[in-house]
């Protein structure tokens, strides 16, 4: 069974830095898109960063300048590495790929269980 679990959040002080990676386990064929999303209280999912299997990335408008994606495809995983964290990055961050399991016919959407970014004086 495909797994994507994340790691590396936790409180930080506005300015100071943090870096979540998420790895993807179990019977995999083949890894898209893989990304990140978060979610702030009483807020929607939002996109923060995606990275294609070439390296193509994508931000949001927020953390353009601030956040890093990049990811490790021998390794199944991807990073985000955020610098000058603001107070209004608190929330829940997502990790997503797009990935083609052994026992599947197509690639399928997997999302992580999420993991809690803090950011506060």
């Known amino acids: 069974q495909v797994q994507l679990v994340e790691s590396g959040g936790g409180l930080v002080q506005p300015g100071e830095s943090l870096r979540l990676s998420c790895a993807a386990s179990g019977s995999i064929v083949g890894i898209r898109t893989m990304g990140w999303y978060h979610q702030a209280p009483g807020k929607e999912r939002e996109l923060v960063a995606i990275?294609?299997?070439?390296?193509?990335?994508n931000y949001a408008d927020s953390v353009k300048g601030r956040f890093t994606i990049s990811r490790d495809n021998a390794k199944k995983t991807v990073y985000l590495h955020m610098n000058d964290l603001k107070p209004e990055d608190t929330a829940v961050y997502y990790c997503?790929?797009?990935?083609?399991?052994?026992?599947?016919?197509?690639?399928?959407?997997?999302w992580g269980q999420g993991i809690q970014v803090t950011v506060s004086s």
């Open positions: 997503n790929a797009v990935i083609l399991a052994a026992y599947g016919s197509s690639y399928v959407n997997y």
């Open positions: 990275i294609t299997s070439s390296g193509i990335t």
